[in-house]
């Protein structure tokens, strides 16, 4: 049998319990980690246990840790569902909580066998959790595996994986167990691909607005600025009205989409972004073909952003009513957080550049931004840095950020060419931060921690030095 055949398999026992649990009348619990896959994962869940009558409840959380396990403990539901976390804490979850537990995961697991938990995760089977498939992907096949006409929510099951940024195939597509969820939604008229500038609402923003809203790519000068990328296009000479309509990306003819692109490369490069950077300009761009055309749901990128702006600006109820279906006041604070999440995006890289806060160690980038960045976005800013390619070195970049709960959490971005040469962040967090008293873990390419404020410097030398062993054991 094949990987996917296994790992399609190992979600039958677990949609099994869910259906006993339902029809028996149970109280379940769903608890969903709080950035866009997770808040995908949250909203295929909840729809299923709406649909199939179920008494739950659903939450989502900043990280799982000793507290909410206690929490649960102390809520006692019959069955818990764990979603896009959980892997990694099969022994705490094991030992504080005695009742029915399913894990729908995709990050790095921890082998550790407990009776009272089925764990379903791609990464058992041998399949990427990191590229493949996201935890939205994962429950988007447990929602199939309950019943087949949950096929309708396959965009929320590809929402995940473009929050996740998992479109690292051939012209930014997505590829491996997600081209199966992208032609389910294709063969439901849900979705529509094509390939060109990546820029957020293709067919429906002003061309100007269109690259300001866009951050990944992040173009300097031009990302979260609408007036400095207005006198852009006037300055290479593209018309952004035609009549007193303001013209989409859509809208421009081949000749103007191909001098746009080319000064846009050339201001990239002129900026100090790198080749690979400038790739990003172009891609397959995922139509959500049921959601309004002016609203940033239609465009799969950029519903992942909004989504992942309200999961990380304390949000997130906000982006699990926009998964759930709601349109109205949903939406609409949803923009608002979303716009905020931009302007604290482009302040807080303005702060990194402005005041050169990025140290270039022996093997590793490093921030330490305690509270000038909030720990939420912390990622977010260092994943932009590496994207840009304006940092010369083949470095992972690590930064820390103070937390409410006076710890530091640390965000680390990886590159794809140190992945092939062996480098696994998440294994380094896990073991760095436990040797100072913290837990990490996450992806080969992108990973975080939580350790002790005062133990920083100590587990940064760690991370450098692990680095170093690593590259040095593969070369
Ligand atoms: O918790 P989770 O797996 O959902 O989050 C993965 C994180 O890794 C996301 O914030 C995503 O943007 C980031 N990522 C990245 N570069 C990649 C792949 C993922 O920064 N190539
Ligand atoms: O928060 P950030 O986007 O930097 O997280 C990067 C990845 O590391 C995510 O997939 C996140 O779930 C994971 N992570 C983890 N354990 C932690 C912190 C982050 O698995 N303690």
Same mark, same amino acid.
């Given at each position: 049998?094949?990987?996917?055949? !296994?790992?399609?398999?190992?979600?039958?026992?677990?949609?099994?319990?869910?259906?006993?649990?339902?029809?028996?009348?149970?109280?379940?619990?769903?608890?969903?980690?709080?950035?866009?896959?997770?808040?995908?994962?949250?909203?295929?869940?909840?729809?299923?246990?709406?649909?199939?009558?179920?008494?739950?409840?659903?939450?989502?959380?900043?990280?799982?840790?000793?507290?909410?396990?206690?929490?649960?403990?102390?809520?006692?539901?019959?069955?818990?569902?764990?979603?896009?976390?959980?892997?990694?804490?099969? *022994?705490?979850?094991?030992?504080?909580?005695?009742?029915?537990?399913?894990?729908?995961?995709?990050?790095?697991?921890?082998?550790?066998?407990?009776? !009272?938990?089925?764990?379903?995760?791609?990464?058992?089977?041998?399949?990427?959790?990191?590229? *493949?498939?996201?935890?939205?992907?994962?429950?988007?096949?447990?929602?199939?595996?309950?019943?087949?006409?949950?096929? !309708?929510? &396959?965009?929320?099951?590809?929402?995940? &994986?473009?929050?996740?940024?998992?479109?690292?195939?051939?012209?930014?597509?997505?590829?491996?167990?997600?081209?199966?969820?992208?032609?389910?939604?294709?063969?439901? !008229?849900?979705?529509?691909?094509?390939?060109?500038?990546?820029?957020?609402?293709?067919?429906? %923003?002003?061309?100007?607005? &269109?690259?300001?809203?866009?951050?990944?790519?992040?173009?300097?000068?031009?990302?979260?600025?609408?007036?400095?990328?207005?006198?852009?296009?006037?300055?290479?000479?593209?018309?952004?009205?035609?009549?007193?309509?303001?013209?989409?990306?859509?809208?421009?003819?081949?000749?103007?989409?191909?001098?746009?692109?080319?000064?846009?490369?050339?201001?990239?490069?002129?900026?100090?972004?790198?080749?690979?950077?400038?790739?990003?300009?172009?891609?397959?761009?995922?139509?959500?073909?049921?959601?309004?055309?002016?609203?940033?749901?239609?465009?799969?990128?950029?519903?992942?952003?909004?989504?992942?702006?309200?999961?990380?600006?304390?949000?997130?109820?906000?982006?699990?009513?926009?998964?759930?279906?709601?349109?109205?006041?949903?939406?609409?604070?949803?923009?608002?957080?979303?716009?905020?999440?931009?302007?604290?995006?482009?302040?807080?890289?303005?702060?990194?550049?402005?005041?050169?806060?990025?140290?270039?160690?022996?093997?590793?980038?490093?921030?330490?931004?305690?509270?000038?960045?909030?720990?939420?976005?912390?990622?977010?800013?260092?994943?932009?840095?590496?994207?840009?390619?304006?940092?010369?070195?083949?470095?992972?970049?690590?930064?820390?950020?103070?937390?409410?709960?006076?710890?530091?959490?640390?965000?680390? %971005?990886?590159?794809?060419?140190?992945?092939?040469?062996?480098?696994?962040?998440?294994?380094?967090?896990? *073991?760095?931060?436990?040797?100072?008293?913290?837990?990490?873990?996450?992806?080969?390419?992108?990973?975080?921690?939580?350790?002790? %404020?005062?133990?920083?410097?100590?587990?940064?030398?760690?991370?450098? %030095?692990?680095?170093?062993?690593?590259?040095?054991?593969?070369?």
């Amino acid at each position: 049998m094949s990987n996917s055949d !296994n790992f399609f398999n190992s979600i039958i026992p677990a949609s099994n319990l869910f259906t006993n649990h339902v029809e028996k009348g149970s109280y379940i619990r769903l608890v969903t980690h709080n950035d866009a896959d997770g808040l995908s994962s949250g909203g295929i869940l909840a729809a299923c246990a709406v649909r199939m009558g179920a008494r739950f409840k659903i939450s989502s959380e900043k990280k799982l840790d000793e507290k909410l396990i206690a929490r649960l403990a102390e809520e006692s539901p019959d069955l818990i569902v764990f979603s896009d976390f959980g892997s990694a804490y099969l *022994e705490s979850i094991s030992e504080t909580l005695k009742q029915d537990i399913i894990i729908l995961d995709h990050h790095m697991p921890v082998e550790y066998e407990a009776n !009272n938990i089925i764990h379903v995760s791609p990464m058992l089977h041998g399949v990427d959790g990191a590229r *493949e498939i996201a935890a939205s992907g994962v429950c988007y096949f447990f929602a199939k595996a309950l019943d087949p006409a949950n096929v !309708n929510l &396959a965009c929320l099951g590809l929402l995940g &994986a473009l929050g996740d940024q998992q479109d690292s195939g051939e012209r930014k597509s997505l590829f491996g167990l997600n081209s199966i969820i992208e032609q389910d939604a294709i063969d439901k !008229n849900m979705l529509k691909k094509h390939v060109g500038l990546i820029f957020y609402g293709y067919e429906t %923003r002003p061309i100007a607005k &269109a690259i300001a809203y866009t951050t990944l790519p992040y173009i300097p000068g031009l990302s979260g600025n609408e007036s400095n990328s207005v006198a852009f296009l006037k300055e290479i000479g593209i018309e952004i009205l035609e009549g007193d309509k303001l013209k989409a990306l859509a809208d421009l003819t081949d000749d103007e989409r191909t001098n746009l692109f080319s000064a846009l490369s050339n201001h990239m490069v002129s900026s100090g972004c790198d080749s690979s950077a400038i790739h990003q300009l172009i891609g397959t761009i995922y139509t959500f073909k049921l959601e309004e055309q002016s609203t940033p749901l239609r465009g799969g990128r950029e519903f992942g952003s909004l989504i992942n702006a309200c999961g990380r600006m304390g949000k997130p109820g906000v982006g699990l009513s926009v998964c759930l279906g709601d349109r109205g006041d949903a939406m609409i604070e949803a923009q608002e957080v979303l716009a905020g999440y931009r302007i604290t995006i482009a302040k807080a890289l303005d702060w990194v550049q402005m005041q050169d806060k990025v140290e270039e160690q022996e093997h590793i980038y490093v921030i330490t931004a305690e509270n000038k960045v909030n720990d939420t976005v912390i990622g977010v800013v260092s994943g932009v840095l590496l994207g840009q390619g304006i940092l010369k070195a083949k470095k992972p970049i690590v930064a820390t950020a103070f937390t409410e709960d006076d710890q530091l959490k640390v965000s680390t %971005r990886g590159l794809d060419e140190l992945v092939k040469a062996g480098l696994h962040m998440g294994i380094i967090m896990q *073991e760095a931060a436990e040797a100072v008293g913290g837990g990490g873990g996450g992806h080969d390419i992108a990973a975080g921690a939580y350790i002790p %404020r005062n133990k920083e410097r100590e587990f940064l030398e760690n991370v450098n %030095r692990l680095v170093e062993k690593t590259l040095n054991a593969y070369e």
